[in-house]
């Protein structure tokens, strides 16, 4: 079974920085792409940034500029890097992989159970 653990997050004033980490643990072949999603009160979910293994990055155009997204391939471990906070960024932040978990080719989307981040203005 496999599982995705976040930790980081928490509560920081405007203008401030957060780390946030999600490790990827259980059976599987391989992970693919693996990035970073958040949902605000009454918003849909909506992507922040992702990583493939290859290192291609793709960013929100809301956090580009204050964001950074990593990956330790050997770690099964992303990151984001956020910096310059704004209220607007206040939501919950969900870890997604797609994961290989069969030696047939073909992914799943996977999710972390979530960390809040919270910007006080």
């Known amino acids: 079974q496999v599982q995705l653990v976040e930790s980081g997050g928490g509560l920081v004033q405007a203008g401030g920085s957060l780390s946030l980490s999600c490790a990827a643990s259980?059976?599987?072949?391989?992970?693919?792409?693996m990035g970073w999603y958040r949902q605000a009160p009454g918003k849909q979910r909506e992507l922040v940034a992702t990583?493939?293994?290859?290192?291609?990055?793709n960013y929100a155009d809301s956090v580009k500029g204050r964001f950074t997204v990593s990956r330790d391939n050997a770690k099964n471990t992303v990151y984001l890097q956020m910096n310059s906070l704004k209220p607007e960024d206040t939501a919950v932040y969900y870890c997604?992989?797609?994961?290989?978990?069969?030696?047939?080719?073909?992914?799943?989307?996977?999710w972390g159970q979530g960390t809040q981040v919270t910007v006080s203005s």
């Open positions: 990583m493939t293994r290859g290192s291609s990055t």
């Open positions: 259980g059976t599987f072949i391989r992970i693919n792409v």
């Open positions: 997604n992989a797609d994961i290989q978990v069969r030696v047939l080719p073909g992914t799943s989307p996977y």
